[in-house]
């Protein structure tokens, strides 16, 4: 069986102080992810494997190794044709780490559009069309949810 559905990566907080912080960012991923879902796209949520796979966020070497593995995963999403939906804070600010997989993922599109020799407006509708973004309540007011 082959899938219609096109790849998204969500990009959201993960870490912080407080472990209660920390499942609620996770939390709020997972819910965005079902919307992505829901909406016939193939979700993936990285924050749903974080501490399973490399431990404690808070552990400059674990999150060192998991922010690598991310930006595998972001870059092979934008590579794929694949889209990112980026999670501000509330003061409309990045995390590190999304600010990274932002990066990564423009980057590999500004690769895609290189190769294809897209000219300045092709290149940023392209960036727009496959990056979206909003704080949570922001997300929550769209129609995406």
């Given amino acids: 069986m082959e899938s219609e559905r096109s790849i998204v990566y969500i990009c959201a ?6 472990d ?16 992505a879902r829901d909406k016939g796209f193939a979700p ?14 808070r552990d400059p070497e674990l999150r060192t190794i998991g922010l690598e593995c991310n930006l595998a995963v972001a870059a092979a999403v934008a590579d794929s044709g694949g889209s990112l939906w980026a999670v501000f804070r509330d003061d409309h600010s990045l ?26 407006v092709e290149t940023e509708l ?3 069309e496959r990056i979206l ?3 949570w ?5 769209r129609s995406v949810i």
């Fill in 13 to 18: 907080p993960y870490g912080d102080a407080t």
């Fill in 20 to 35: 209660d912080r920390i499942k609620e960012n996770i939390q709020k991923a997972e819910t965005l992810g079902r919307v």
């Fill in 44 to 57: 993936i949520v990285v924050h749903s494997n974080v501490a399973m796979l490399f431990g404690d966020d």
């Fill in 95 to 120: 995390s590190e780490g999304c600010s990274m997989e932002v990066v990564e993922f423009t980057n590999r599109l500004m690769r895609i559009a290189t190769d294809q020799c897209l000219t300045k």
């Fill in 126 to 128: 392209l960036i727009e």
């Fill in 133 to 135: 973004s909003g704080t």
């Fill in 137 to 141: 309540a922001e997300w929550i007011s």
